[in-house]
C-alpha cells in the first residue's frame, strides 16, 4: 500500500536522548543529548557529522529501530506522535547497509515492489512507473543485472544505493529517511541523487531526512536545513546557506572560497580539533533557541494523518501471489537456496553408495552394515538443511525491512515461502534417494512412501532451520540447527535406546522428528526387500545340526559357508530381519506405522513454522519499533567530553593525547624540500619506485552460447612513482574495483590480460607480497581486538627492525593519533 501521497507533514522532534548501559557501570552513557529538530514536506533536512556523531544513531531513533539503547523524547507527527502504526502507513527508511534479493535484477526488484506498494496499477501502468524511477535514479543502463552479493557478482555497491532509495520511492511515502544514500557513489552520481531527492521532496511533497558523512560542496548546495552533530550534540541546526552567517557569528568564520560543510566538520571532529575547541561550538550553539537558524517562518502541522483515508490496500492474496512468484524465482536463481543441496544430497548418498556397496548382496553378513547404510543415506543429507538456514536468515534481513516498511504482512512472505518449500523438498528427496536404490538394489516398488517420508522429513526441518534463522546473528541460528540436529541425530535411536536415556534428555527421543521417520523408513525399504539367503525354518528351540546349534523361537536358524556357526542371523524376509533388528535398535518392528510417524512429523514441521511466523510478526510488528519514552532529568548519565581535559585528576589513568589535525602533520617548506632531493636522488640512481601497468585488460565469459564476452576494462595503461598518488575515477560501474582487483593480483571471475611491472620488470604475485599492500573496499579486521592490538601485531610482523617494546608503542601512538583514532583506541 502506498503512503497517503501528496499530504502536508511536519516532523518535529525535541529533547531526544538516547543512552546505553556501561558494563561494570551503575550510570549510562549518552549518545544523544537534547536533539531539536525539524523538517517539512518539499525540503531537506541533512544530517551531518564525523564519525562516532550520533548520525545513524539519531536516525535510528526517528525510525523508531530498536537498538539496544533506551530512548526518550518526543517524535511527533503533524502534531501526533510517532508510532510503529503510523511509521507503516507514512515513512520508509533506507538503511545503510542494503538489504536487497541477491538473484534479483533491478528490474524485478521495482516490479514486485510496485506489485505490493501500488496495486492499482494495470501492467502497462506499472511498467511506466518502473522505469520512470528507474531512470530517475540512474538505473536505465542496468535494468537486467541482478543485484548480487559476496558470492555472485552484480551491482556496484553505487548502484546498490541508487536501488535502496528507488525501492523506498516506490512506496510514495509522506516521510522519506536516509542513511547516506551518497555513500560508495561518485561525485556526479551523488549531486544527481541529492538533486532527485530534492526534486521528490518538492513535486511529491515528501519530507525528507538523510544522513551524509562529509559532503562535497555541490551536494551540500543541495540541501534545504542541515544539522550538525558532534558528540551526540547539536553543533548547528538551520538553512544550509545560513550556516556561513552563523559560523562568522559565533567567532568562526569559514575563509572564503571553503565549503561550509568541510569547515564545520573540521571545528567538530574531537580526533583532529582539540576538545577545548569542539565544545565552544557546541556551547555555542546550546546557548541558542534551539529553533532552525536562518528560518523565519514557522510551520504549521499539517492534518492529522491517522484522519487522512489510506490508498487502496494490496489484499492478503495478492501479496501472496506476489510473493510466491517472487520466492519461486529466487529458488531457480540463487544456488545456495536448492541447487547446492540438490548436488550435496546426491553426493553423499554416491558416496556411501560406493563405501557400502558390498550390502547389495541378500545375505546375513551384510544386513547389519546395511542399516547403517540406509541410515545414513537419511541422516547425513539432511544436515545440509543447515546451509538453508543461512539463506533464510538473509531473506530474513530484507523481508524485515520490507515489513517494516509496510510493503505486505510477514505471513503473507511466510506461506510463500511454504509454498515453494514443498515441491522442492520432494525433488531433493529423489536426489537422496535415486543413488541409494541404484547402488544398493534396493526394491523400486517401496520407492513411493519412502520418497514421501523421505520428503516430509526433510520439510520438518526445513521448518525448524527457517525458524532459526530471524536471530540477529546468523552465526546463532547456524550454531542453534547444528547443536539440535544433532541431539536428533544421536537420540533417533539408532546409536541410544530411549530408555536408556535420563530425563529431561529422553525429550529428544519423542519430540525430533528423525525417529519417527526412520521407523517408517526403514520399515518402507524392507518390507519389500527380497529374501536373504542363509536361513532354514525348523522348530523354536530345537537342536538344528551337529554344530549345536539351537533354533530361534522365530523359527529359522542361519548357515553359510562364511558363517556355519550362524552367528549373524536376522532372518529370511524383511519383516522378520526388523524383528530381528529391533532388539539392537528398539524403534524398528514389523509395522511401519505410516500414518501416526508421518502425522508426528508433519506436527513438528508445523509447530516450527507456526514459530517462525509468531517471531515474524513480534520482531516486525509488535516489537518492530520501538517509540521514545517520555524525557527525564533525574537519570545520571556519562556524556562524552564533559570529563575535565586534565587527565590527571582520574587516578591516575593514562593520559591520550589528541590526534593530529591537518596543521599538525603540515610539512614544512624545508621538510618538503629535503624529501624532493631526497626522490630525485633515488630517481638518478634507479633505487626509486615505479609501478606500472600497460595494455590491461578485463572481460567476463557470457553465460549465453553466441553472444560476444564482456569486456570490462580494455587497453589500460598507467603508472606512478614513488611519492606520488595515483587516484582512479570513474562513475559507478566503471571498471575502478575490478582494475585494482587485477593491479592486486585478486582473482574474479574473469579473464585478465596485459603487463604489470614493478621499477621495469614483470611483477609476480609473490614481488606484490614482498612489495606492495592492498586495503579493500570492505575492512576485514578481528572483531575482539582494539586499533591499538591490531598495530602491535602488525608492527610485530611488519617490522622486525624494532626490537625495543618502547619504540614500537611509540610507532604505534604515532600512527593512532595520525589517523584519528586516539578516541576509539582501545575499542574492540
Partial sequence: MAAMKGEKVRL????????VPVKGSAVAKALLTDIK?????GHVLAILGPSGAGKTTLLNML????????????????????????????????????TLWASLTVREHLAYATSLFRPELDEDAKAVAVNSLSTAVGLEEFMDTRAGNEITRGLSSGNKRRLSVALALVKQPNILFLDEPTSGVDSA??????????????????????????????????????????????????????????????????????????????????DFTSLVGVKEVLDAWAETSGEAFGCDDKVADGKALSLVERGV??????????????????????????????????????????????TREKVQAQ????????????????????????????????????????????????????????????????????????????????????????????????????????????????????????????????????????????????????????????????????????????????????????????????????????????????DTILESLSVQFTIFGAEGHYARNILFIIAFGVLTRVGYVTLCYVKTKLYGGQAPGAPSNSVAVAIEGDESDDNSTRGGNKVVPRSKSGADITLSELEKSAMDA????????????VFAFKNVSYSIASKKKNEPDTRVLQNVSGSVKEGEILAIVGPSGAGKTILLDVLTFNKGPGAPSGEISLNGEKMKRSDFVKSAIYVPREDNLWPT???????????????????????????VDDLLQLTGFTSCADTM
Fill in 189 to 270: 552520481s551523488a549531486v544527481r541523487m541529492m538533486s532527485f531527492l530534492q526534486k521528490v521532496a518538492a513535486e511529491q511533497n515528501v519530507a525528507v531526512v538523510c544522513t551524509i558523512h562529509q559532503p562535497p560542496a555541490s551536494v551540500f548546495a543541495g540541501f534545504d536545513n542541515t544539522m550538525v552533530l558532534s558528540m551526540g550534540k547539536i553543533a548547528y541546526f538551520g538553512k544550509a546557506s545560513a550556516m556561513g552567517d552563523y559560523l562568522t557569528r559565533i567567532g568562526k568564520p569559514p575563509p572564503a572560497d571553503t565549503n561550509p560543510a568541510e569547515f564545520i566538520l573540521d571545528l567538530v571532529n574531537k
Fill in 37 to 41: 529538530g525539524e523538517v517539512t514536506s
Fill in 63 to 98: 525510525t523508531l529501530q530498536q537498538s539496544g539503547g533506551t530512548p526518550t523524547g518526543y517524535i511527533n507527527v503533524n502534531g501526533e506522535p510517532l508510532t510503529t502504526a503510523l511509521y507503516d502507513r507514512t515513512c520508509a527508511y533506507v538503511e545503510q547497509t542494503d
Fill in 12 to 19: 518535529a522532534f525535541e529533547r531526544l536522548h538516547y543512552t
Fill in 367 to 574: 544386513i547389519n552394515s546395511r542399516t547403517f547404510f540406509l541410515m545414513f543415506c537419511m541422516g547425513i543429507p539432511m544436515q545440509f538443511i543447515l546451509v538453508s538456514n543461512f539463506i533464510y536468515h538473509y531473506q530474513w534481513l530484507s523481508l524485515k525491512k520490507e515489513v517494516k516498511d509496510g510493503m505486505y504482512h510477514p505471513t503473507a512472505a511466510a506461506v510463500a515461502s511454504w509454498i515453494v518449500q514443498a515441491p522442492m523438498m520432494f525433488v531433493l528427496a529423489f536426489s537422496s534417494l535415486l543413488p541409494m536404490y541404484v547402488i544398493g538394489d534396493l526394491e523400486w516398488s517401496s520407492f513411493g512412501i519412502v520418497l514421501v517420508i523421505y520428503a516430509v522429513a526433510f520439510w520438518s526441518f526445513e521448518g525448524l532451520a527457517q525458524m532459526l534463522s530471524v536471530f540477529s546473528n546468523v552465526i546463532i541460528g547456524l550454531f542453534a540447527f547444528l547443536n539440535l540436529y544433532f541431539a536428533a541425530f544421536l537420540f533417533c535411536g539408532m546409536f541410544v535406546d530411549p530408555e536408556d536415556v535420563i530425563w529431561p534428555i529422553r525429550t529428544f527421543c519423542y519430540f525430533m522428528p528423525l525417529g519417527w521417520a526412520l521407523q517408517s523408513y526403514m520399515y518402507g525399504l524392507m518390507h519389500a526387500m527380497p529374501d536373504h539367503a542363509g536361513t532354514v525354518a525348523c522348530v523354536p528351540g530345537a537342536i538344528v545340526n551337529t554344530t549345536g546349534n539351537v533354533c530361534t523361537s522365530q523359527g529359522f536358524y542361519c548357515y553359510s559357508a562364511e558363517d556355519p556357526s550362524g552367528a549373524v542371523c536376522y532372518g529370511k524376509d524383511g
Fill in 785 to 811: 581486538m582494539s586499533p591499538r592490538q591490531h598495530l602491535l601485531f602488525a608492527f610485530k610482523v611488519y617490522r622486525s627492525d624494532l626490537t625495543s617494546v618502547e619504540s614500537r608503542d611509540a610507532e
Fill in 313 to 358: 490496500e494490496t489484499s492478503f492474496g495478492k501479496q501472496l501471489a506476489v510473493l510466491t512468484d517472487r520466492s519461486f524465482l529466487v529458488a531457480r536463481r540463487e544456488p545456495l537456496a536448492y541447487l547446492v543441496r540438490l548436488v550435496a544430497n546426491f553426493g553423499a548418498t554416491l558416496f556411501f553408495g560406493i563405501i557400502y556397496i558390498e
Fill in 678 to 689: 631526497s626522490a630525485a636522488t633515488r630517481k638518478a640512481d634507479g633505487t626509486g619506485v
